[in-house]
């Protein structure tokens, strides 16, 4: 039965709404409204619904996306939390990794901890590695901690005790005293949102968990108020950082999983784009307002990650942020959006980015208080986008503002208004080419002979040039493609990752003892998933990090269907460690450590795609002058309406073809042509 559904993703810029009703699909795309982000959802929605001509009443699913918890944690917007812990152990949160991130760096910043020295206490307990008390939970102390709390108005607690991953009983106890205590504080214990080993990453995800808890909860609240109050009484489900979809008590007890909703969703999109066109090593490039986010798509899979680092303080070195264990498709994120500001350094260099203009003021150009330039302004003034038609015409452009700021830039270095955009531009691609290079050989793969599939209300403005500096011939853009992710999230599962950690050799390993534990990982996460997805079939995902016994990292290994025994754990690890390594190391022990289970809806990949029947050149609706910033050269481009465009069609660069929510850009010496689903594909054409 067809479902009538509406995808809600909020950006740091924009706030997008896609409305699926079974024969026809429309899009919106409105400023972000940070002090309220509900505010602009729901004028969103109303306005959505009624170019749709239906009623509230009448959706039957809304799915929902959001950079919330991602902003609050990177700008310290949370609530006022605490961290409670094994005595002696408060201060594993300051210590870290114990190594220096940028060894050469003799001014390098640590990211402070969010939670301060003095809001770490201590409670006498201990538990060994195997799970047996040694200390019992000193109730007394526990108690003593409660006057602290309420005179520091404590919001949120984070409970993490050491070895809680193999036994929870001290933190359930902990927690249910100080919920008795404090009714008004939420609480987080580590061996419910993170139960795995390594101290530090538990740690640090369990109090990231609770720094966001208290604002995602009465977010998620509002949300669902304002949304029955419009008249929409139908289930609201969240969009995770891991591709899958989860409903509101969920996403509300773990709000930690939504960070990188957003990107998630352009991710699941992208993968469909490449199963459609047979494009089986892929790059997904989503560039919006405030961020541009780059994934490797192989075997139509994005790559998963459960490690994912916030708030980086060196935007490409490891280590520089504060780590959560999550499950999370792996991208990287780069503060290179429309709305990045350029300014001159010290060097009399071009920087552009991470900061942002954001919605308020914006870029420019909007005319709403901006006067930094941005990439957004160097696109007006390059002829990349018109003025009069941004966002379908909705949000007007000031193109001499816009010209003003990207001049005064130049006016600092002696270039004109051309030129300097030309260079605003030149910069942000290539911090985006060095960022995706850097990703893809920390990951041992390469950037060249990959299909760019380009989404995002940016992202189809620079995409051709970014090909060109990663060796890429070719650009996929999809239907509606400024509204990306929000269309990914139609296409998600409801889908749920239970992770367990249970360190064995597998000379050691029992018969029988894997199954037991599946089983109960399995319960777990169908008791989620069916909240969301009463009835169907459900598909299982299982995988094992191993290592040789002595290594201290890791391998995950992707596991076979049925009953496991050492020979076939053996077996699996071998193949994984000679595909990623070249070889395996004789005569050493291997030992399990962390044992994961995805279980989520079936999803099928579309098949793949015919080639349409030629339909002749496309006939363009205008032309505009733009600037090529490969060469510096000013060329007259053929102007096409997307809407103008069937399967089949053709057309030679330089062109822009024009949509509500973006524009695509063919430089010279590209062709591009409709492909039987309507995605605009861009090839280089030079030998």
Not at 84 to 110: K, P
Not at 196 to 213: D, F, G, K, Q
Not at 336 to 354: F, M, N, T
Not at 636 to 645: C, P, Q
């Amino acid at each position: 039965m067809s479902l009538t559904r509406l995808a809600v993703d909020i950006g740091g810029t924009f706030t997008d709404l896609v409305l699926a009703l079974p024969d026809r699909t429309f899009s919106a795309k409105l400023l972000t409204t940070h002090d309220a982000p509900e505010r602009a959802v729901i004028e969103g929605t109303a306005a959505i619904l009624q170019d749709a001509g239906i009623q509230a009443a009448q959706l039957d699913l809304v799915i929902h996306g959001t950079t919330l918890a991602t902003n609050a944690l990177i700008e310290r917007k949370g609530a006022r939390t605490a961290l409670v812990t094994t005595q002696g152990f408060r201060d594993s949160l300051e210590i870290a990794y114990e190594h220096r991130f940028e060894q050469y760096d003799l001014y390098m910043e640590r990211p402070a901890p969010l939670v301060e020295r003095d809001l770490r206490l201590e409670v006498a307990e201990r538990l060994a590695a195997d799970g047996s008390t040694l200390l019992p939970l000193d109730a007394t102390g526990l108690d003593a901690l409660v006057p602290v709390l309420r005179r520091r108005n404590i919001e949120a607690v984070a409970i993490s005790f050491l070895h809680a991953y193999v036994n929870p009983a001290h933190e359930e106890a902990a927690r249910a005293r100080l919920a008795r205590l404090l009714p008004d504080v939420a609480i987080t214990i580590s061996s419910e949102v993170c139960r795995e080993i390594r101290e530090y990453e538990r740690t640090s995800t369990a109090v990231a968990n609770a720094y966001v808890l208290p604002l995602m909860d009465r977010y998620l609240a509002r949300m669902q108020d304002r949304l029955q109050a419009l008249g929409a009484d139908c289930p609201l489900l969240l969009m995770m950082s891991s591709g899958g979809i989860c409903t509101v008590d969920t996403a509300r007890r773990f709000p930690v999983r939504l960070v990188e909703s957003g990107p998630a969703g352009g991710v699941i999109l992208a993968r469909q784009i490449a199963a459609r066109g047979g494009w089986d090593r892929a790059l997904s490039f989503d560039m919006g307002g405030t961020t541009a986010k780059i994934t490797l798509i192989d075997d139509f899979t994005p790559q998963q990650s459960r490690h994912f680092e916030v708030a980086r303080t060196y935007r490409f070195a490891k280590g520089s942020g504060f780590p959560v264990r999550i499950p999370v498709i792996d991208m990287v994120e780069i503060g290179a959006g429309g709305g990045s500001i350029a300014r001159v350094d010290s060097l009399r260099r071009i920087q552009v980015g991470p900061d942002s203009a954001g919605s308020d003021p914006g870029p420019a150009c909007y005319a709403r208080g901006g006067e930094a330039p941005t990439v957004t302004d160097a696109d007006v003034v390059l002829g990349r986008i018109d003025p009069a038609h941004f966002a379908g015409g909705k949000i007007a452009l000031d193109a001499v503002r816009g010209n003003a700021a990207v001049g005064a830039l130049g006016t600092a270095l002696g270039m004109s208004n051309s030129e300097a955009a030309r260079g605003i531009a030149e910069i942000v691609d290539e911090t985006m080419a060095s960022a995706a290079r850097v990703h893809a050989v920390e990951n041992g793969k390469d950037t060249a002979a990959r299909t760019l599939i380009a989404f995002g209300g940016a992202a189809p403005l620079h995409a051709a040039r970014l090909a060109q500096k990663l060796g890429m011939r070719r650009v996929v853009v999809p239907v509606d493609a400024g509204v990306g992710s929000a269309h990914g999230f139609l296409m998600a599962p409801v889908a749920y990752e239970v992770v367990r950690t249970l360190l064995v050799r597998l000379d050691a390993l029992e018969q029988g003892a894997t199954d037991a534990l599946f089983a109960e990982m399995r319960a777990e996460a169908e008791g989620v998933v069916r909240l969301g997805a009463r009835d169907g079939a459900l598909q299982v995902m299982r995988t094992v990090f191993m290592r040789y016994r002595g290594q201290g990292h890791e391998v995950a290994v992707p596991l076979p269907d049925g009953a496991l025994d050492p020979t076939t754990l053996r077996t699996a690890f071998d193949a994984t460690y000679t595909r990623l390594y070249g070889r395996t190391i004789p005569r050493l022990e291997v030992e399990a450590v962390t044992w994961t289970l995805a279980l989520s809806q079936v999803s099928e990949l579309p098949p793949r795609a015919g080639t349409p029947t030629d339909a002749g050149a496309a006939s363009p609706s205008g032309e505009c002058r733009i600037v090529d910033t490969a060469t510096g050269e000013t060329h007259t481009a053929a102007v096409f309406s997307r809407a103008a465009l069937r399967p089949g069609h053709w057309m030679t660069g330089p062109a822009a073809i024009v949509e509500d929510g973006t524009t695509t850009i063919i430089p010279p010496c590209f062709t591009a042509r409709i492909a039987a689903g309507g995605e605009i594909v861009i090839e280089d054409s030079t030998p």
